[in-house]
Nanobody, 124 residues
């Protein structure tokens, strides 16, 4: 079982930046594909970003490409989501997710483990 805990959410103004963190309890964190998702009120959860086991490969939704960056520190069992140039439409609960995989690449797939989420609110 893997326990994921997100932090770093908050209320910001449009154009501001935030960095989300996700701490994992996994003993073999480097074996996990990690993803970020978000869910806005009244909408379905959507993919935001993913990062491969080593951190070499990343994948982003078109809506955040060029503004968001995901990274990881395997030695700290932590993955990050740096969010720049935030827009009101980025307002959502952000979740990190993990899936044990055998290859070092990203792909859009279902995830086994999920955090509780952290609220990000962007005011105009």
């Amino acid at each position: 079982q893997v326990h994921l805990v997100e932090s770093g959410g908050g209320l910001v103004q449009a154009g501001d930046s935030l960095r989300l963190s996700c701490a994992a309890s996994a003993r073999t964190f480097s074996g996990y594909l990690m993803g970020w998702f978000r869910q806005a009120p009244g909408k379905e959860r959507e993919f935001v970003a993913a990062i491969s086991r080593s951190g070499t490969f990343t994948d982003y939704a078109d809506s955040v490409k060029g503004r968001f960056t995901t990274s990881r520190e395997n030695a700290k069992n932590t993955v990050y989501l740096q969010m720049n140039s935030l827009k009101p439409e980025d307002t959502a609960v952000y979740y990190c997710a993990g899936k044990f995989v055998y290859d070092d690449r990203t792909y859009r797939t279902w995830y086994e483990y999920w955090g509780q989420g952290t609220q990000v609110t962007v005011s105009s």
